[in-house]
């Protein structure tokens, strides 16, 4: 997207999602702070970080759909195909491969062929219980590759509209079948499609500057209190295919879709209003690359502070991965993303554009 075009909301919606995202990961690196009882408070809201890792990913799923849709581009041969590919896989690759190799040791995998599983995108094509469980994280790149893939295929102008309506059912049906009934597939490629379209259909209809956005917006945000607060049901880190699975499903579906559309108008209302565009334009940069690295980055600051300065309080290590762990992820993530833009992209786009 061209800078004249540039879209304020979307650099706010990145940053909430990613600062979501990685306060939802730190737990796993200190203690369950949303459990407010381990400072002598007696609340606990736990419930929230749980559903926080569907609503920071929904908002950066939604926004690839909105933005990757926001010429309304259609490709005649499938040449122009070819060409979008390359662009968005050069544009994510790379550094999800630098991810890679550094994930195969904090995470310590060493099966060979579960590495090669994930480097062709393929690991929630492919999930077995041997091989490609994903790497958590890193899953989020074969999820977006998929989504790309489809996008390419329905955007095709040689396809009539029920065909592109067919299409975009099985894109969503068989990978839900093949994993219900096989454990083959990975059920995030259906749990969050209707997202990544409802994105592309945003932008392809400019759904928020029509009047029916505003009762829906109405409607949305009414669901979304709703269902979070009469909620009763145990997400955990997978739906699994009980006999609650379609409850689940849908709960999240709607969850999700009512968190996107009322957070698209709270930022847009903050874009409009607050002096932060820099800030957020910077975030919004360097949002890829935190989300790659942030794991590694507090992985290596907790490895240093247990067992090289053998500091064993859980408070302090949580206050160390803040104040210090936030501003080195943000650091090394523009560091990357710049040195990556400035002196390897453009030289990759030159030499696949020449193959």
Known sequence: MSRSKRLPVFDWIRAVAIITIIFHHLPNYTFNFYDLRNFGIPL????????????????????????????????STWGEVLSFAKHKLIRILPLYYLALVIFSFTEDVRNPIKLLIHALGLQLIFTTQTHSIPIRTLWFVGLITVYYFIFAVVKSSNLDRGFRIYILVLSWAI???????????????SLYWAIFWFGV???????????????LSQVSAALFVAVFVGIDVDFGPLIGSDSTFILKYLLLNIF???????????????????????????????????????????????????????????????????VGGLPLIMALSYGLQVAYDRYFRQHLLAAFKMA
């Open 44 to 75: 606990d809201f736990t419930i929230v970080n749980e559903l926080s890792r569907y609503l920071g990913l929904s908002l950066f799923i939604f926004t690839s759909g909105y933005l990757l849709n926001a010429k309304k581009v259609y490709f």
């Open 175 to 189: 990978p839900l079948f093949l994993n219900g009934y096989f454990d083959l597939t990975d059920y995030r490629i």
């Open 201 to 215: 259909l945003c932008s392809e209809k400019h759904l928020p500057r029509l009047k029916i956005w505003r009762p």
């Open 256 to 322: 999700m879709l009512s968190f996107v559309i009322s957070a698209y108008n709270v930022c847009y209302w903050l874009a409009q209003r607050l002096r932060f565009q820099p800030g957020m334009k910077f975030i919004a940069y360097i949002s890829y690359c935190m989300y790659l690295f942030h794991r590694p980055v507090w992985y290596v600051m907790r490895e240093l502070l247990v067992n090289q300065f053998s500091i064993d309080s859980p408070y302090f290590i949580l206050a160390a991965l803040i």
